[in-house]
């Protein structure tokens, strides 16, 4: 948990820093790969200590999601969702969140292999080791306030929460607030 505050926060920082929109998309993608490829390989794992077997092949399909290979196209079908004008500036909000995610997931030293980031042209496998993967967890409950506050101090003025109008999906009402005209 305390790794997913980690991405989460930095997210916040990134857009601050940048003051670029689409905020929402953004921490999406941050959070992406471990939603997709990891949250659902932990279930499998305390599913079989209870008794119950997943076959190998499903529990490494779904890990890939959390590496380019699976995470590019995930982003894709998302974007697709929403209206086409906005179809571009989310993808590539969800996708620079998701390469946000593994640059980094790279900084962390895991017993095992890395990630193999070139999957499935070769299963070579990197990461820096700067950090352990459980290193952020003493600092992840100041982060994510702080990272917070910058994101809401340094926010572009005039940037309306959320994704604004150009986000909604295809098919969606939307509601500018109370008495609008629609």
């Known amino acids: 948990m305390a790794d997913l505050v980690t991405h989460l926060a930095t997210a916040f920082f990134w857009k601050?820093?940048?003051?670029?929109?689409h905020l929402t998309s953004f921490v999406l993608g941050v959070a992406l790969p471990d939603l997709v490829g990891r949250a659902p390989v932990s279930a499998l794992q305390s599913l079989h200590r209870h008794g119950v077997t997943a076959p190998d092949r499903l529990v490494e399909g779904i890990a890939v999601l959390h590496l380019p290979l699976g995470f590019v196209p995930v982003t894709l079908a998302l974007a697709l969702l929403f209206e086409e004008r906005a179809r571009a500036a989310v993808w590539m909000n969800l996708l620079g969140g998701c390469f946000l995610h593994l640059a980094l997931d790279l900084t962390q030293h895991h017993v095992g292999k890395g990630y193999m980031l070139l999957f499935p042209l070769t299963d070579w496998d990197f990461e820096l080791g700067w950090i352990g993967s459980e290193a952020t967890v003493p600092y992840a409950p100041i982060l994510?306030?702080?990272?917070?506050?910058?994101?809401?101090?340094?926010r572009p003025k005039g940037e309306p929460e959320g994704e604004g109008a150009h986000a909604v999906a295809p098919g969606s009402e939307r509601s500018d607030g109370p008495g609008s005209a629609g």
């Open 16 to 21: 601050a820093a940048t003051r670029r929109p």
């Open 144 to 154: 994510l306030p702080i990272s917070l506050m910058c994101w809401a101090w340094r």
